[in-house]
């Protein structure tokens, strides 16, 4: 069965430091988004892309954050200069994003710890 | 402001019977539903998706209600079981696909 992959599965990184997430979404999805989790707290919206461009973002996505998808496969998220509160659960996601199957596809998430 | 509202309180119930978990939400016509699973330090899992023209949907041991008129979606597990036990999450969207949100879930705990 077609999975989302995420990589990597856990990174620790000095505040300040930048780090790219890195996902490989369903291959025939169009639609692929950011979520974060906070330890303990609820899924958090960050951003979604479609047709190489962001569709919506949330609050949370301000100027640190950038999302891309380079060449076709992989789609990465960039914080430029990780915070103590941008450690957190990242999940990926995918969907076709259409009503009648509209559900989304997540990857196992790369955890975030920022020192 | 738009609001999705799941019970935080854990809800615990005895293996065999039903689990009932409520959505209320605010400020949203959503064109559909759904029904995630999230166990610890794992990423949600698809359930049920339910569109606003429908009233019930099912899926084995599982049913969803949508009442667009109360605002408020039930999600029932029948027969429920102790593999069962995890973060049930309600998600809408406004937007057709782009920007789905996720209440803040209900820990339902099966016991044997």
């Known amino acids: 069965e077609p999975e989302v992959t995420q990589t990597p599965s856990h990174q620790v990184t000095q505040m300040g430091q930048e780090v790219i997430l890195r996902c490989v979404p369903i291959s025939n999805h169009l639609y692929f988004y950011w979520y974060r989790q906070i330890l303990g707290q609820k899924v958090e919206f960050l951003v979604s892309f479609y047709n190489n461009e962001i569709s919506e973002k949330s609050e949370i996505f301000d100027d640190q954050f950038s999302v891309e998808r380079p060449d076709g496969s992989n789609f990465t998220l960039k914080i430029r200069s990780t915070k103590l509160e941008d450690s957190a659960m990242y999940f990926c996601?995918?969907?076709?994003?259409?009503?009648?199957?509209?559900?989304?596809?997540f990857g196992e998430g790369s955890r975030l710890t920022v020192l | 402001s738009q609001k999705i509202e799941q019970n935080s309180e854990a809800l615990n119930i005895q293996e065999g019977k039903t689990a009932t978990l409520t959505c209320n939400y605010t400020n949203y016509s959503p064109a559909y539903l759904q029904w995630y699973r999230q166990d610890p330090g794992r990423g949600p899992v698809f359930l049920l998706l339910i569109r606003e023209n429908e009233k019930e949907k099912r899926k084995e041991r599982l049913k969803v209600t949508f009442d667009t008129t109360l605002k408020q979606s039930l999600f029932h597990i029948t027969a429920s079981q102790p593999a069962d036990s995890a973060t049930y999450l309600c998600?809408?969207?406004?937007?057709?696909?782009?920007?789905?949100?996720f209440g803040a879930g209900t820990r339902l705990f099966v016991k044997a």
């Open positions: 996601a995918s969907g076709t994003g259409t009503v009648n199957t509209g559900e989304l596809f």
């Open positions: 998600a809408l969207d406004n937007t057709g696909g782009f920007k789905t949100i």
